[in-house]
């Protein structure tokens, strides 16, 4: 089964100037699915795309197999996806915190009565309540972010996007929005993330990884994460535990296995013996 | 004493002090990291040492001068001090990217040829130099991309004193590695930087001290050993701890208190090799 499909797609912001080349993939429903890239590597390209914020000249992508070119193809996917930009000023459109996740919930068709529970709700889930008649200019940095996703989970769509979402969040808040997300998973929300902080992605059950354009591996996390060429190659940092073998490796001390958590590297450590 | 904050009071309504009663000496050529919770009043902080907050009680000095008094050269220290903010592609305005980065630098003496030169190793040092990305606009940046940008237009200045708020927060892992360096560089080089972050990996990595924020108020100043090996305080204050950390205690490796990675690895090494031999 597949949420979103993407066939052939290639894209260019100019003339000459490939940002994706040919890339081919199909997202789970269900499933948290990661994706890795280096800086300008095209990832919120793809995510734009995918919600036709950009133009598809070439290849076709399919959401629940309705064509995005098709008649009604985009009006379906804006219904079916919500998104938590990368930088969280994109998001708002009122000034007022509780006015812009009102103004959601209205474009969303959300019957007026229902608005201000969706709010406290969705406030709480991000631990801000009582931040409902801030003015979003006066929020920090990690309560911007959180007031972000607050907007898009008030909207309960089937599919999210989480481009960066968490990038300013204190280490609890990271820890937070983590379980925030698995527990979307657990609702059966399909949800792509994009994050270059490696413990966002450990527990993702799927990774794509872009470099050069094109799509250089997929597979489980495991699978993805352990790849210690394929990560060097498209510049992302290498899981701790990962680095660590690798290094235990070339000073002669070979684990069984690679480990992907320090937890694992624990338990390999007392294998050895 | 190059920067000084002395009872420092900084509040937006009646009710909430967000710097409270603040006091902080910083000696020329250090390197801080600013920790703490979301909210705990990092960012009001670098802003109110930027000029951008008058205090309600209490003085910010720089070279023992109180920076919002009425008498005070701002244009000077607008020179010398800068900052690159938790959001810095809202700042952005000129058309192309080396436009960007001139801005700050085409007003002094330097000849066209010195000022291009300059924006050309500006350009190489945060990784932004391939033809493609310079002839675009700030706009049309990748996020990481933006805060290269944000930082090339600080360091073009070569400020005295550098703020930073968040500056590896989406970047990929060599823009951070680069940044690094950079960062490391113009330290020796006499800058004084003073840098937020919620990385205890990072911070621990090229900070001199650390100080820890909570409410408004300054919990802890002391070199990162002393911050981070303290479990309790660290998950008490919501700082994390680096997993050089984390791992040495699951592990049972001691560290004797450098945290690098580098002597983590050796460490582990050793002890289990020694563990083979018995
Ligand atoms: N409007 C635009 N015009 C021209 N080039 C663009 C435009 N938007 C993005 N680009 C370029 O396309 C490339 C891909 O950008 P994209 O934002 O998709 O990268 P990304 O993988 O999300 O990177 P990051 O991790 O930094 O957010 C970058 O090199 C960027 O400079
Ligand atoms: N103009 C304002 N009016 C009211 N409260 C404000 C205003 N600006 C900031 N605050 C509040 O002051 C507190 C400190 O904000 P600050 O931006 O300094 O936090 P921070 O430590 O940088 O947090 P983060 O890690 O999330 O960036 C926050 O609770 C914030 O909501
Ligand atoms: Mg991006
Ligand atoms: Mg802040």
Redesign the interface.
Known sequence: MTVIRASDVSFQ?REN?KIIENINFSIEPGKITAILG???SGK?TIIRLILALLPLNEGKIYINNVDLQSKDGIKYIRKQCGIVF????NQFVSPILEDDIKFGLSNHCIPESLHSDCVKSALEKVNLSGFEKRKIS?L????KQ?AAAAGILALDNNILFF??AG????????IELRKLIEKLRNQNKTIVLVS?NIDDVITADRIILISGHKIICSGSAREVLTDYEKLIDA????P?AV??YK??LQ???KLKKCPLT??E??EE?WN?? | MELELRNVTVS?SSAEKILDNFNLEVNKGLFFGIT????SGK?TLLETICGFHKPEMGQVLFNNQNIYEGKFDTVSFRKKVQMVF??P??QFFETDIRKEIEFGIKNTTLSSEDLNRRVTETLQTVGLNDN??EELSPF??????KR?LALACALVLQPEILLL??PF????????NQIIKILQNIKTKGTTILMVS?D?NVLCEIADRIIVMNDGRIIKNEIPPIVYSDKQFCSQL???QP?TI??AN??DVNLNNDFT?EN??TK??EK??L?NND
């Open positions: 912001y100037k280096k800086n300008g919120t990368q930088n969280p000023d006066t920090s940095g990690g309560q959180r481009d960066e990038s300013m969040l204190d280490p609890n808040g990271k270059q510049g992302i940092q290498i701790f680095r660590v290094d235990l000073k002669g001390i320090i937890d590297l624990a450590l050895l013996n | 937006y703490g919770k979301s909210g960012t938790q959001f592609e809202n493609e990305t049309a940046l990748s996020g990481g991309q290269r708020d968040e927060s989406g970047l990929d892992n060599s823009g951070q919620h205890p919501g700082i994390g997993d984390t791992a699951l592990l990675y983590f690895i582990l090494a289990l090799l563990k």
